[in-house]
């Protein structure tokens, strides 16, 4: 325990409240949708001690030791940031999805560079947006914020020592105008690009500054009155800002105010018998307070490496991990940190503890890019050329000899009796195949189709068909994967199966992802087609995906795309099982040639580009359909009298939007924001 907290134990208490917010939240608590704002206090509190720190030597030895500050440091964080890394790196490529190790890897690296909130909001698309498996690492984002503070701070501090005068009103005086500024970027660019907002320093530093306000002011802010009814006012900011908040509020921006004002007067209040700061010092809230880090560090990757080798957990299952976690880090605390921290040798020579700090982050940074040559060498050897399908190819002269029994992906060939079943099937799979009149068609897909449902007014060029719209966010093949944008835990594309009558409908669209090992990309797929056949679909047009290299997804290294995988593993098994029920719609280059209809992400589209899709699904689906407009109330000559390159946007006299809206959870509560924010 740091000497600036020895006589501050409520400090430790509200640490504690900090992680038990971040671990509640991650758990999935009810309630306890904004506890991300625990990262906001600790970004206040590390502010206030690391200042309090600096200014203690400052008055001690009347100059601060850049060397001493950075050994401190070293000790303190790198053993266990380094080891997290690497142990999440090493179990990370057993347990995950095969398709999802490049992007650790790439993850790790960045997190041994203390820059992992650079790669993130690059990815972006703000915290657990749902749009892609969370990263067992993203956690790191917040501690390369407070590293990258803690490079520059210390060298303003000896340079206001070196310059002379009140090193107090110099830290006021340099912290008041540029909080504001990074207060006003915040305000300013969350809304246009939430994930810079949320993860970068220059809109998060006025949160650490707050802190280092509050040191510089000390005795001044102790004599402001009312202080232990302000710090009451505090835990009430931060306990309502936990419960009101949730990944969709506009974060942080100016409501991130609410908790770091609130952290503040915790800060500042008093201590006597009834105030809150007393409550904090009590010794269960000590002693989680002394384990924060560790447990912050510990929590996630124990969190995220479980859901990717089970599957998304309920409640009772994480928090019996986050209660692990919280043992693992008592252990932690006691057999490493500490024993590295408080090193006679070490503490005694800051060479040794910068040297063995940078030892650490060489270690870590090794083992990450020895595992990415790893995974580039075995692609090579791998991966041959992929080709793309036609947009409207299928095997029309195969059949199947083979349908799924007893399970998913089993197969039981025809045995005495067969023939006639073979027959039968083939018949049936014939009818389907000819020309529909006026089609009932399903749409049953995840985000990218669910894009319809984001614009509506895109739906116009759906046209000639009657049709359901069922399509969410992170809905998957067969297996769950996240919660989906509307708040919700998706059904898979195979539960939603379960709800419809295939005879209801002429053709099923079906444009989903995967969440499982890349090698079971294929029984995945058998297994929904087989259960939309069970359900009576006998047309099924399967549309691939836009092989994008910025999408933040698993199964992108930098050389490979992120949907490379699934769309070469659906073509092949379409091939291989002879799937005569299955047409593949070639999305990806019917689409590659106009990036403009893409947001940032490059996978999913704009106003513009939804239309497009919606074209280009109207154009597939007349191909199996005799007359598409039998229909008095379709336009059924925009289908195909628009010319190639028309803007589509003019076409349907539409206006551009990059505004986007759904609806939140159960209470069904639109919610819009701008395509910028998923850069």
């Not at 024993?339 to 020579?349: C, D, H, T, W």
């Not at 399970?407 to 014939?430: F, V």
């Not at 895109?458 to 989906?484: H, I, N, P």
């Amino acid at each position: 325990m740091s000497s600036a907290t020895k006589t501050r134990k409520d400090i430790e208490g509200m640490r504690a409240l900090a992680v038990g917010l971040v671990l509640l939240f991650h758990a999935g608590v009810p309630m306890v949708g904004g506890g991300y704002i625990g990262v906001d206090m600790f970004f206040v509190v590390s502010g206030y001690i690391i200042t309090s720190m600096m200014l203690r030597e400052q008055d001690e030895n009347g100059k601060l030791s850049l060397a001493n500050f950075w050994a401190r440091r070293a000790r303190r964080i790198l053993p266990l940031s380094s080891i997290v890394v690497v142990a999440t790196l090493l179990l990370g490529m057993r347990l995950l999805d095969d398709a999802r190790v490049p992007s650790l890897i790439n993850d790790s690296i960045f997190a041994s560079l203390f820059s992992a909130n650079i790669l993130f909001a690059w990815r972006g698309g703000g915290y657990l947006t749902g749009l892609a498996p969370e990263s067992p690492l993203l956690h790191f984002w917040s501690l390369a914020v407070e590293e990258q503070f803690y490079i520059f701070w210390p060298l303003l501090f000896a340079y206001l020592v070196k310059k002379g005068g009140d090193v107090r009103k110099g830290i006021v005086r340099f912290a008041v105008p540029v909080a504001i500024l990074s207060l006003v970027a915040s305000i300013l660019i969350t809304p246009i690009n939430k994930g810079a907002a949320y993860y970068m320093l220059p809109t998060r530093l006025w949160e650490l500054l707050a802190g280092c306000a509050l040191a510089a002011c000390g005795a001044g802010a102790a004599r402001l009155p009312l202080r232990a009814t302000g710090a009451w006012l505090g835990l009430g900011m931060l306990l309502w800002s936990a419960i009101t908040f949730d990944t969709d509020t506009l974060f942080p921006s100016y409501l991130a105010l609410i908790p770091v004002a609130g952290t503040v007067l915790l800060l500042n209040g008093k201590d006597h018998p009834f105030s809150v700061n007393r409550m904090l010092s009590c010794k269960p809230l000590v002693r989680l307070g002394a384990i924060s880090y560790a447990t912050y560090l510990l929590h996630w990757p124990m969190l995220k490496l479980w859901e990717g080798k089970y599957g998304e957990q309920n409640l009772s299952s994480n928090l019996i991990i986050v209660a692990s976690s919280v043992a693992l880090a008592a252990l932690s605390y006691r057999i490493l940190e500490n024993p590295v921290r408080f090193n006679g040798k070490l503490v005694a020579s800051h060479r040794k503890s910068i040297a063995l700090g940078g030892v650490l982050v060489a270690v870590s940074l090794t083992v990450g890019l020895g595992a990415s040559r790893g995974i580039m060498k075995a692609e090579t050897l791998s991966f041959g050329p992929e080709k793309a399908a036609d947009v409207t190819s299928h095997n029309d002269a195969k059949t199947r000899t083979a349908e799924p029994v007893h399970g998913e992906g089993s197969t039981k060939t025809a045995g005495p009796g067969g023939d006639l079943e073979r027959t039968k099937r083939h018949e049936n799979h014939q009818k389907a195949r000819s020309l529909i009149k006026n089609p009932r068609v399903l749409l049953l897909g995840d985000s990218v189709l669910a894009s319809s449902r984001w614009y509506p007014q895109s739906q116009v060029a759906l046209e000639g068909f009657t049709y359901t719209l069922d399509a969410e966010s992170c809905r998957r093949l067969s297996k769950k994967s996240c919660k989906g944008r509307e708040g919700r835990v998706p059904s898979t594309v195979k539960e939603a199966l379960r709800g419809y009558d295939g005879q209801n409908y002429d053709i099923l669209v079906i444009m989903a992802g995967y969440h499982t090992t890349v090698k079971d990309i294929k029984n995945e797929f058998k297994s929904v087609i087989s259960a939309a056949e069970n359900s009576g679909f006998r047309k099924i047009l399967w549309v691939n995906y836009r092989e994008s290299l910025k999408f933040p997804l698993t199964g992108s290294n930098g050389t490979k795309s992120a949907y490379s995988t699934i769309n070469a593993a659906v073509n092949e098994t379409i091939a291989q099982e002879n799937i005569d029920t299955v047409t593949v719609l070639d999305w990806n280059s019917y689409s590659k040639p106009f990036p403009h209809w893409f947001i940032p992400d490059d996978l999913h589209t704009t106003l513009n580009g939804t239309l497009e899709l919606n074209r280009f699904l109207s154009l597939n689906i007349r191909q199996h359909s005799e007359d598409l407009c039998a229909s008095t109330t379709t336009r059924c000559d925009a289908i195909s009298a628009i010319a190639p390159g028309t803007r589509l946007l003019e076409f349907y006299k539409l206006r551009d939007t990059d505004v986007h809206c759904y609806e939140k959870g159960k209470t069904r509560e639109k919610s819009c924001e701008r395509d910028k924010a998923l850069k």
